[in-house]
């Protein structure tokens, strides 16, 4: 009796010790990790982590609940309403806003290593975008008064339907208000990620050169290669219109697609502009699975707003004189 106790102990003893089998991820016939599929990176996560919860990077499931709860409550509040701290964050308020059921930002705070995060920015560890330039904080300001309105092409991109806003469309590609879903398409010479937002396509060119300094591109020019099991995508050659979040033409992004099981690619992203920030700054956050699939966005269907903006703008000089 002794011996077979003894015997299954040590066999338990071997079990404990032996290391835990990494999760296997499904790949493609060239041996890399398989990204393909639709992923959704909806989150209540914020870019930014709020003073509330300074010097708290992490949240535990009790914690998170909480919050949760109050964002939908917050936003079944705001269902309607032409004002509130919602309205006001989206650009909406006055003038009447999203219905709840047109708001897809998600309903938890996103979770990375088994917990959930109070920022989609790792890195200044404080959760905050680095100091900006001065030129940079007027970019940033112009862009959420709208411009002037003078031309259409004085309006915002978004407002045009050229790219998404909040930088759905990336890179970096961040989460925003409806419309968080993405189509990946993998082949050995190329990546093609599909925002559904304005229906944009990035397409990530493999082992490849940048193109050259005049070539400029809404969304950059992505090139790609692998390090181990991680899609490194390298993008510069933006435009001097893009300016994501005050950022110059100069604006310098590595992102890092991860996959670490069947359901989740975990994103990195680092963002790099001497002229709009005191420093490089970076973001990460999981792209979880979702059910396709993604239905074409027709950003200018019935779309009348720069009709009416630039008819309202002329109305108001012929009112005032000026």
């Known amino acids: 009796m002794c011996n077979r106790f003894l015997v299954t102990l040590g066999a338990l003893s071997v079990l404990l010790a032996a290391p835990i089998a990494a999760q296997t991820v499904p790949r493609t016939p060239d041996g890399h990790p398989d990204l393909q599929g639709t992923w959704t990176n909806a989150t209540v996560t914020p870019l930014e982590r709020p003073d509330a ?6 949240l535990t499931d009790v914690e998170a609940r909480v919050l949760e709860q109050k964002s939908a409550d917050e936003l079944a509040e705001a269902d309607g309403k032409s004002e509130g701290p919602l309205l006001t964050a989206t650009g909406s308020a006055g003038t009447g806003g999203y219905n709840a059921l047109f708001i897809d930002r998600g309903s938890e705070f996103a979770r990375v290593d ?10 200044p560890p404080d959760g905050k975008v680095p100091r900006m330039s001065a030129e940079a904080g007027r970019r940033l300001a112009a862009s959420y008064t709208g411009g002037s309105f003078d031309s259409v092409k004085d309006r915002p991109l978004s407002e045009r339907c050229l790219i998404g806003f909040g930088s759905t469309s990336g890179p970096p590609m961040l989460p925003v208000l409806y419309n968080n879903n993405y189509q990946i398409v993998q082949t050995p010479d190329h990546v093609l990620i599909l925002v559904e937002m304005v229906h ?8 490849a050169k940048h193109a050259a300094p005049d070539v400029r ?10 390090d181990g099991d991680t899609l490194v995508v390298d993008t510069t050659n933006f435009t001097d219109k893009t300016r994501f979040r005050g950022s110059t033409a100069n604006l310098h992004v590595v992102e890092r697609f991860k996959r670490v099981d069947a359901g989740t690619i975990l994103y990195r992203a680092t963002i790099e502009d001497p002229a709009a920030f005191s420093r490089p700054w970076t973001i990460e956050y999981p792209f979880l699975a979702t059910k396709g699939p993604i239905y074409e966005y027709a950003c200018h269907e019935g779309n009348y707003s720069l009709t009416d903006i630039l008819g309202g703008a002329r109305k108001k000089e012929a009112e005032t004189g000026r």
């Open 114 to 123: 088994g917990v959930k995060r109070t920022s989609l920015i790792i890195d």
């Open 53 to 58: 919860l300074a010097g708290k990077a992490t």
């Open 200 to 207: 944009d396509a990035r397409i990530i060119r493999m082992d």
């Open 217 to 226: 591109q809404w969304l950059g020019d992505s090139v790609g290669h692998w």
